[in-house]
């Protein structure tokens, strides 16, 4: 069955320090990748995606994810983070085979960004 | 661009009340969803739509129903509102399936049932 799992419910991280939100999938075809952030009482925002191509990808705000095939992962990554980056981000995952209308979200990883 | 606007943004309701939650979107986008986000949940999909006159269930469809009409409106509705059904609804919409193009968001509807 298809799921994405973030293992952290939290992430703390000192500003300037390079921060990891993890996330992990299972698809039964091609996956197709994303990362969300969500601000407080606003919808989700898009940063990323993975389709095909460079196993690392460029999103907004500084953001990048590293798709790695073996591992079944797609951790998003900065190298510098920022207090305004605290928020709630989610991975989410297409199937390429079953089910390719519908995507799949993790529960969540809250980023706590300290000045 | 408006983008994907969700009405009501707060709402109360009583034990076995009605209402349809409303969404719609102005990027004629084929594809609408509708997710309800509990605490350390993520998204759970209760429904979604390909395209105007067709629409399918997600994970977690009992209680709620829903109709496409036109390309733009996705409305949600609850029949007989249950304390279970308190969550913040979030609608989403995408273009179509070729272009793995990502979902742009509502920024949701906070319902209470009490």
């Known amino acids: 069955a298809q799921s994405v799992a973030q293992p952290e419910d939290q992430v703390n991280v000192a500003e300037g320090n390079p921060l990891t939100v993890k996330c992990t999938y299972s698809v039964s075809g091609n996956p197709y990748l994303f990362w969300y952030v969500q601000y407080p009482n606003r919808g989700l925002q898009f940063l990323l995606k993975?389709?095909?191509?460079?196993?690392l990808v460029k999103g907004s705000y500084g953001f990048e994810a590293e798709f790695n095939k073996s591992q079944t992962s797609f951790h998003l990554k900065k190298p510098s983070a920022l207090v305004s980056d605290s928020a709630l981000y989610f991975c989410?995952?297409?199937?390429?085979?079953?089910?390719?209308?519908?995507?799949?979200f993790g529960s969540g990883t809250k980023l706590n960004v300290k000045p | 661009n408006a983008g994907v606007t969700q009405t009501p943004k707060f709402r109360i309701l009583k034990i076995g009340q009605s209402m349809t939650l409303q969404c719609t979107q102005d990027m004629n986008h084929n594809y609408m969803y509708w997710y309800r986000q509990d605490p350390g949940m993520g998204l759970k999909l209760i429904y979604y739509?390909?395209?105007?006159?067709?629409?399918d269930k997600g994970e977690v469809p009992n209680g709620y129903n829903v109709s496409r009409s036109t390309t733009e409106d996705f409305p949600l509705r609850l029949e007989l509102a249950a304390p279970s059904q308190t969550s913040v609804y979030f609608c989403?919409?995408?273009?179509?399936?070729?272009?793995?193009?990502?979902?742009?968001f509502g920024d949701g509807t906070r319902l209470s049932i009490l």
């Open positions: 993975y389709i095909t191509g460079d196993n």
């Open positions: 989410a995952v297409r199937d390429g085979g079953v089910d390719f209308n519908k995507f799949y």
């Open positions: 739509s390909v395209g105007a006159g067709i629409t």
């Open positions: 989403a919409s995408s273009y179509n399936r070729d272009t793995n193009q990502p979902q742009h």
